[in-house]
Each structure stands twice: as structure tokens, then as C-alpha cells.
């Protein structure tokens, strides 16, 4: 797990001659029915769910039964998809992704919230204090990769007592686009189940969530304005700063059973 | 500074009203020479810095004497670059920055850093363990948005004593490329200075210092496998792992002057 490297540790004023583990980061490009759709830079596991999570968030692909043919070559960071019916790469849904930190135009963007919106998540899940907090615990301790190397992401879809499916990688927006994959290919429903992530809750992230119809978010860390404004709008309950014993609800607050 | 939302905090089995402080997130667009090049989402802040630096990472700026005109609408989140010569949008050149976590096709990626290669780092320019540890604190000091919305990322061009030029934004990419527009704008040649960031080190934050001819990188978080091996090649010192009397060097040791 991870790469190994020789490193220098300074500690109070002391130097040791350290082996360190380092997270693997790869370039893993992904074909669409013989058409290049993207590079990610990306950890070098489950790249078969990545590369379907990939393609259904940018709306390539909408029923399992659409996928003919999925090869993975790891070795050389490649996937090939082929599916029918074969859509257009449309240039704003694929450059909506292609940014740093997300999204296509300005336009685009809000048109996708507006295609979301139509689905607005409906649930009947409520989460008590006690669960969020045990959550988190078990995602730590679900986080091998983390604690070997740090300076990697985990995504957790559970339930309000167990992480069902865990998976890191060193994009935030891969481990979440593996989770996508994952549910895709297994026919996964989890629109009564939490995404817990590790990071930052953008916007992009949201509406992921959304789009699988994923009524909780939670993280340790916080979300962002726009974030929040499309939970509201979207009926996602967005749980945040979550540490030992401590969160802040943002959004929806009715899915959270507080005393 | 960021935007106030109602919350509810709960603490040790109590719940409060909170009014919390968001980091802001705006969708960004960059035209140049009237074509779309891109949608960066981002903080709405230094959106001129920002334009110049991303266009300069993607090689469609090369000499400061170019920009004929720069327009930026913060309200809309447009900004208009004029600039001669013309360059085209090159495919591979764009596709490399639009993907969550980095690049565009592998073969782009490995030329882009054989690109950078050419212009191996070369300085004097060598580190106390005392200094290395005050530049964080004083990092530390200058996230003012962080300090109220946390959820956002730093990034510090500094001298061996002093942070000269600090940026925030809540994309790890943005705020280091608002500091390489700066420089670019302001003709800084940052060759003898420490480019020190909040989040992890991965190869595209790598090859950013890298094109900017910044001889140290410095972070509290960890460098991934592929940044180590391009900062080994292309003469880079990678100081991780950066907290309270502690730190770890990954490659060109040599930067620091250790006991």
C-alpha cells in the first residue's frame, strides 16, 4: 500500500533517516467508446468504478444495462468503455468536470443544478447524534491508506449504523465518483443512506450526492456557501465540522433527530 | 469575508443556534482573445491574478508584455484577457488542467514535466530548520479566511524569514496559481524564494513551483509518489509533514541546512 521513499525527519533539532510511505498517484485516462473523454489523476485502485463513476456523473451513461464492455489496464492507466446508445461528448457536460475544482461555464453549471432539481431527494432517514458520531469513528478506522500514508481522501456510503462501502483515493472528487461506480454497477439504490467524505463539501461534491439521491452528507470539514444554497434548494442535509462529539447541521435540518 | 447561513451546532448532547461563516465558491470564467478557455471554481478574490496565472500555466501566456487588455467582472465571474501573439487553445494544453485532481492524457502529462525539465531549478538558496518552522506559523497567521470559514486553502510565496505574497481560494490549484499570476503580473522571478502550501503536494502543485522556477516546496500535509519523483528530476526540495518542531524532507535534501 502506497510507494516507499527515502526521506529525512527532523524532530527537535534532531535529523533521522526515515522510510516513508507515500500515497501512489497515477494518470488514468478513459476511453468512451473509442473516443479519449479524460484524464484523472487518481490513486491506482478500483479504477473500473472510477471510470464508470466518471461517465455516469457527466451523464454518458444512465442504465447499467447500457455498458457492453468495460477493459481496465492498470498497468498503464487506461480504461475502455464501450456502451450503446454511444451519446456525444457533449463539450459543456464534459468540460463541466474538467476543471481543478470543478464545473463548465457559469450557465452550465446552474442548468445543472436546475436538471437535478427535478429530482428532488425524498427520504424517510433520520439520523441520531449518536450515529453521526459513530460514523465518523468507524470511517477513521476504515482508513488504511490514510494512515499509512496521509495525504489521501475517503468516501463512505452507509448506513445510519455502518459504512457499507469505503474508498480513498487522492482526489476528493474520485473517492466520491468511485462510490458513484460502485452503486452503478451493483444496481445500488442509496437513497436512504449518508455519504460521508473526508474532505471539503463544494458544490461538485453536492451534487454528486444528489445525483446519486443521497438525502446526508457529512464530513469533518465544512461546506461551501454554494454548496449549502443547492442542499437547501435540492433537499440534501448537509452535516459538517464533525468531530469527537460535535457537528453543525447546515441544511435539512429535519433529518437529524436533535434533542 | 465569506457568507453568514443559519446552522444548528450540536455539542455534548446540546443543540445552538449558530449563524456560521461559509467560504464563498463562485463559478469563474476565463475568456482569451474571446474564446471560452475555462471555469474555475473558486473564491471570488484576486480574479485578475487568477485568469493570468491559470492562462500562464497553460503556456498561452509567456511574457507579461503580452496581455493587451484585462477585463474582469467579479460580480459575474467573467473575465475577458486580451493578448498577443494569439495562441491557439491547444487540445492536450487545456484538456492537462481540466480534470478534478489534475492533467490531461498521460503522454501530455510526461512531456508537459520533460517541458519543465529543460529548465532545471538552480539556486543558492538553503534553509534553517528554525526558518522552515516560523514560515508555518506565519502562514498560519495570514489565513484570515480560514481562521473564520475554515474549508479554504493558503498558499504563501516566501523569502527564508518572511511570507511576502499570501493567497487563499478553496481550490488548492487557485491560490497557487494566484500567486504565479502575481508574479507574473508584477514580473517577480520567485527563483530564490519557498512556496509554501496548506494542502497536499501533488504533481500538478509540484510542476506549478516547477514552471515558476520555485526551488522549495513547503507543506503541512504530504507530497504523492508522482510529485517526489518529478521533484527529484526537475531539482525541487519537497519539505512535508510541516508541524509544530517537526518536518519531513522527501528529495534535494540539500536545501536544508540540517544538524
Not at 467508446?33 to 484524464?39: K, L
Not at 478500483?46 to 451513461?61: M, N, P, R, T, Y
Not at 447546515?250 to 433529518?255: I, L, Q, V
Request: hydrophobic fraction near 40%; charge should be neutral; glycine fraction near 8%.
Amino acid at each position: 500500500m502506497g510507494k516507499q521513499v527515502d526521506a529525512v525527519t527532523w524532530y527537535q533539532g534532531q535529523i533521522q533517516e526515515t522510510r516513508v510511505h507515500l500515497a501512489m498517484e497515477i494518470p488514468f485516462t478513459v476511453y468512451y467508446n473509442e473516443r479519449e473523454t479524460v484524464t484523472l489523476l487518481c490513486s491506482p485502485q478500483e479504477l473500473d468504478e472510477l471510470a464508470i463513476g466518471f461517465l455516469v456523473g457527466e451523464g454518458l451513461l444512465k442504465q447499467p444495462q447500457e455498458i457492453k464492455g468495460l477493459v481496465v489496464d492498470t498497468a498503464r492507466g487506461l480504461a475502455w468503455v464501450s456502451a450503446e446508445p454511444d451519446r456525444p461528448l457533449a463539450k459543456e457536460a464534459i468540460g463541466r468536470r474538467f476543471v481543478t475544482s470543478g464545473c463548465g461555464s457559469g450557465t452550465g453549471y446552474y442548468s445543472l443544478a436546475d436538471a437535478v432539481l427535478s429530482a428532488k431527494v425524498q427520504t424517510s432517514l433520520v439520523l441520531l447524534p449518536r450515529q453521526v458520531n459513530a460514523l465518523l469513528s468507524k470511517m477513521q478506522n476504515l482508513a488504511q491508506q490514510y494512515q499509512v500514508t496521509r495525504g489521501i481522501h475517503g468516501a463512505g456510503l452507509c448506513s445510519p449504523d455502518q459504512v457499507e462501502i469505503f474508498r480513498e483515493d487522492i482526489g476528493r472528487h474520485n473517492a466520491v465518483d468511485k462510490i458513484l461506480g460502485y452503486c452503478f454497477i451493483k444496481e445500488i439504490k442509496p437513497e436512504d443512506k449518508v455519504l460521508a467524505v473526508t474532505g471539503r463539501i463544494s458544490s461538485e461534491i453536492m451534487l454528486k450526492a444528489a445525483k446519486m439521491s443521497i438525502p446526508v452528507l457529512l464530513s469533518r470539514s465544512v461546506p461551501t456557501d454554494m454548496a449549502v444554497i443547492f442542499a437547501e434548494e435540492l433537499g440534501i442535509t448537509i452535516i459538517g465540522a464533525a468531530r469527537a462529539g460535535k457537528f453543525i447541521v447546515y441544511s435539512h435540518r429535519e433529518r437529524v433527530a436533535l434533542p
